[in-house]
């Protein structure tokens, strides 16, 4: 089985990848710098490799046999990305130019890139497929859609597979970041307060992937000969507001109520996604329904805060 380098392989959506390929028979080396990741998030088996990605020391301590590359280390946050706008360039497109070089100096079978719905930008209340144009309103949303650029510069190199990210939730998803993702964020805060903040309309809305469903996604896309050269949506194509996860979360959570309160910058009011590409390309056909994948997220959350 081809060796698979995985980077941010100590994050919510690195780790679960990680685990999968490790089941599925692969060789996995594992690459993240701990800024947001936890070690003990990295599944056992991993070739464990801690560094940033930016610099080229840490490049050179990678493996050189990886066959594929899953690249979703990164800042994943908007809007912490106006707090220092160069370190998100450096996280989010630096670090895969750096990747692309040692993919094409290794002969790299294909690199999967974790890009962001972000890059979209303001769109209108349809479901926004991969031919839509890109006016994204955060840095960090800038900086992925320039990723997703360099990788088509070289992909007669270095083959790819980009992969646009909706709003990603479910178990190990870390409670204790209130600045990113929006379904964590509300269940964390009901959790442990029964108050939630919400930072904009509850008129706004989203397109919520369970991560079952993402884990599925990546593994297909580092693997289906269709998918190189594609630009992808991960997303369940369903339009969820945001007062309609509101009232959901607050059913699974006894006496929890929500605020509102200012805005968040570089938020997108609404989008949800076209997955018609999606379905052709990678033969996915059905996702977790929110209902479902919420209580799943709900009941180890709480197995966590007890310490179950």
């Known amino acids: 089985m081809d060796k698979v380098l995985i ?3 100590a994050g919510f959506i690195g780790s679960h990848v990680a685990s999968r390929f490790l089941k599925e028979g692969h060789p996995v080396v594992g690459v993240d710098d701990l800024s947001s990741g936890k070690l003990a998030n ?13 610099l080229p020391a840490t490049i050179a301590r990678i493996p050189q046999d990886c066959r594929k590359i899953l690249h979703l280390a990164g800042q ?10 160069i370190d998100d360039l450096k996280r989010n497109t630096v670090s895969t130019l750096n990747l692309i070089r040692f993919g094409i100096e290794n002969s790299v079978e294909r690199i999967v890139y974790a890009s962001s719905m972000s890059v979209y930008g303001a769109v209108e209340d349809v479901p926004i497929n991969e031919t839509h144009h890109c006016l994204p309103l955060s840095c960090y949303g800038v900086g992925k859609y320039a990723a997703e650029g360099y990788l088509r510069v070289y992909l007669s190199k270095l083959p ?6 909706f709003n990603v939730y479910g178990p190990g998803q870390d409670m ?11 269940l964390a805060q009901a959790i442990t307060s029964g108050r939630i903040e919400v930072k904009g309309s509850t008129e706004r809305f989203r397109d919520f992937v369970y991560i079952d469903d993402v884990v599925e996604t990546w593994l297909r896309a580092a693997t289906y000969p269709s998918a190189i050269g594609k630009t992808l949506n991960v997303g ?6 945001v007062a309609g996860l509101l009232e959901r979360v607050c059913a699974l959570i006894p006496d929890c ?16 996604a076209g997955v018609s590409e999606l379905k052709k390309c990678l033969n996915l056909d059905r996702f977790t329904q929110l209902d479902v994948g919420l209580r799943l997220f709900s009941d180890w ?8």
């Not at 790819?160 to 990210?165: H, K, Y």
């Not at 369940?236 to 507001?241: A, I, Y």
């Open 42 to 54: 990295v599944p056992s088996g991993v070739e464990f490799v801690q560094g940033d990605l930016a």
């Open 160 to 165: 790819f597979v980009s992969l646009r990210m």
């Open 76 to 85: 994943s946050s908007g809007e912490i990305s106006f707090d220092d706008p």
């Open 176 to 186: 204790s970041n209130l600045r990113q993702g929006m379904v964590s964020i509300y």
């Open 7 to 9: 980077t941010g392989v």
């Open 301 to 308: 959350a709480h197995r966590i805060k007890c310490g179950i």
């Open 236 to 241: 369940t194509g369903v339009r969820t507001t």
């Open 257 to 272: 109520s929500y605020y509102i309160q200012g805005a968040t910058p570089g938020d997108q009011s609404g989008i949800y």
